[in-house]
C-alpha cells in the first residue's frame, strides 16, 4: 500500500523505510536457476537478472505480464537561455504525438506488450530559469512527486519511466555535477543536437546552476533547484515501485538524473532498478558508473521517452520466461555434468 504523500519528509522517509527483496524468493529462485537445463552460467546476465526479478517479486518462479511505461512532460524556463537545439514548443507538441501514437515510445511500448501512458505537467508553466532561482518551490516540487507517486499501477509487475521536456538535458547535467563533482563540461552534452557554441553556452548555464544551488546534499533539494517537473514526477515514480516492490528499468541521461536524487537521500534505493540502455548522451556512462549501474543495451539512443527502457523490457522479459519456463535436469531426464 502507497501511503498518502502529505510533505516532503513523508516522501523521504518512504524511500528511507521501504521494503528489500524477499530472501526466501531470491534464495528459491537461485536454487532453481541451479537446476535448469544448460550448463551453470550459459544464460549469463541473463541468470541475475531474473533472481534478482524474483526477489523483488517475492516469487521464486515469477512471470512479467503487466509492464507499464509512463511518460512524463515537463517544460523548462532554463530554455530561455538557449540550451536545446529545439524550441520549447515542441514538448506539448509530443504530447499529441503520443497521445496519438505516433512517436517512438508508443511502438516499443506495444513491441514490448506494455500499457504506456503520458502525463503532462503544467506546461503553460515552465519551472524558473534555476541560473536566477530554484527551478521549483517545495510546493511544486512536491506536486511533482505526487504526480508520478500516484501514476504507478499498484499491479503492474515492471515499471518503465521517461521524459519529454524540451531542455531537459540542462537540469539533468546540473543534477549530475551537483550530485557527483567534477566540473559543468564533465556532465553537459549536445542533448537533442546543439553545436559548439551552443555547448560551450549550455556548459556555462549548468555551472552557473551549481554554482548558485549545487551546495546542498540533499537529494530532493537537488531536485527542487535543478530540476524540473517530469523528473520529479520520474523520482516519484520510481519511489513508488520501491515502496510496492515493482522492479523498474531505467531509461537514459534525463532519468538515470532524477534516479539518482533518489540513491542521495536513501542510499540503495534503487536496488530495485537496472539500467535499461547507455544513451548517446556523453556523461551517460559516468552517470551510470557513479551508480554502479551496468546498461542492458547499448545502441546509441539518444531519444528519451522511455525508449531504452522499453527496448530493455524484452530483455527482462526474455530471462524471466528462461528461468521460470525451462524444465530442470530431473524433469527433462537431462544428465548433469
Ligand atoms: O534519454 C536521453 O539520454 C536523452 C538524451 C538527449 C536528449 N533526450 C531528449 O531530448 C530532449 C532534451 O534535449 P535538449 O537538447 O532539449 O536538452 C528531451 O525531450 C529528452 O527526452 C534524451
Ligand atoms: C522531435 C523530438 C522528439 C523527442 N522525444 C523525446 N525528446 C524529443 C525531442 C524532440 C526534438
Redesign the pocket.
Known amino acids: 500500500m502507497l501511503p498518502e504523500l502529505d510533505d516532503l519528509n513523508t516522501f523521504r522517509d518512504a524511500l528511507r523505510t521501504a521494503p528489500g527483496p524477499d530472501g526466501d524468493a531470491l534464495q528459491g529462485a537461485a536454487d532453481r536457476n541451479g537446476q535448469l537445463t544448460k550448463p551453470p552460467g550459459a544464460l549469463g546476465r541473463l541468470e541475475e537478472l531474473a533472481i534478482w526479478y524474483a526477489g523483488w517479486r517475492g516469487d521464486a518462479q515469477p512471470r512479467i505480464e503487466a509492464p507499464q511505461v509512463i511518460v512524463f512532460a515537463g517544460n523548462h524556463g532554463v530554455t530561455a537561455q538557449g540550451v536545446?537545439?529545439?524550441p520549447p514548443e515542441?514538448?506539448a507538441?509530443?504530447v499529441l504525438?503520443f497521445e496519438h501514437g505516433g512517436?517512438?515510445?508508443n511502438q516499443l511500448a506495444k513491441a514490448a506488450g506494455a500499457r504506456m501512458t503520458v502525463q503532462a505537467l503544467d506546461l503553460d508553466r515552465p519551472t524558473a530559469d534555476f541560473t536566477q532561482g530554484p527551478a521549483m518551490t517545495e510546493a511544486e516540487l512536491l506536486d511533482a512527486l505526487r504526480t508520478g507517486w500516484r501514476a504507478v499501477d499498484p499491479d503492474a509487475d515492471l515499471l518503465v519511466v521517461?521524459?519529454?521536456?524540451?531542455g531537459?538535458t540542462t537540469p539533468a547535467a546540473a543534477i549530475a555535477c551537483a550530485l557527483f563533482g567534477g566540473e559543468a563540461a564533465d556532465w553537459t552534452g549536445r542533448g537533442?543536437g546543439v553545436d559548439d557554441a551552443g555547448l560551450a553556452n549550455k556548459t556555462r548555464v549548468v555551472a552557473e546552476g551549481v554554482a548558485l544551488h549545487g551546495g546542498s546534499g540533499d537529494g530532493l533539494e537537488i531536485l527542487r533547484c535543478l530540476g524540473g517537473r517530469e523528473l520529479a514526477a520520474m523520482a516519484g515514480a520510481i519511489a513508488a515501485a520501491r515502496v510496492l516492490r515493482i522492479p523498474v528499468i531505467l531509461d537514459g541521461f534525463i532519468c538515470t538524473a532524477a534516479a539518482a536524487c533518489l540513491d542521495r537521500v536513501a542510499p540503495g534505493a534503487l536496488d530495485h532498478a537496472v539500467a535499461g540502455h547507455q544513451s548517446a548522451e556523453g556523461a551517460h556512462a559516468a552517470m551510470l558508473g557513479k551508480l554502479d549501474k551496468e546498461p542492458l543495451l547499448n545502441l546509441g539512443l539518444r531519444?528519451?521517452?522511455g525508449?531504452g527502457g522499453a527496448l530493455a523490457i524484452n530483455i527482462l522479459k526474455s530471462a524471466v520466461a528462461c528461468h521460470s519456463g525451462m524444465a530442470t535436469f530431473t524433469e527433462a531426464g537431462v544428465s548433469e555434468g
Request: aromatic share 4%; proline share 0%.
Open positions: 536545446s537545439a529545439f515542441v514538448t507538441q509530443m504525438n512517436a517512438a515510445i521517461g521524459e519529454m521536456g524540451i531537459n537533442t531519444l528519451g521517452e525508449s
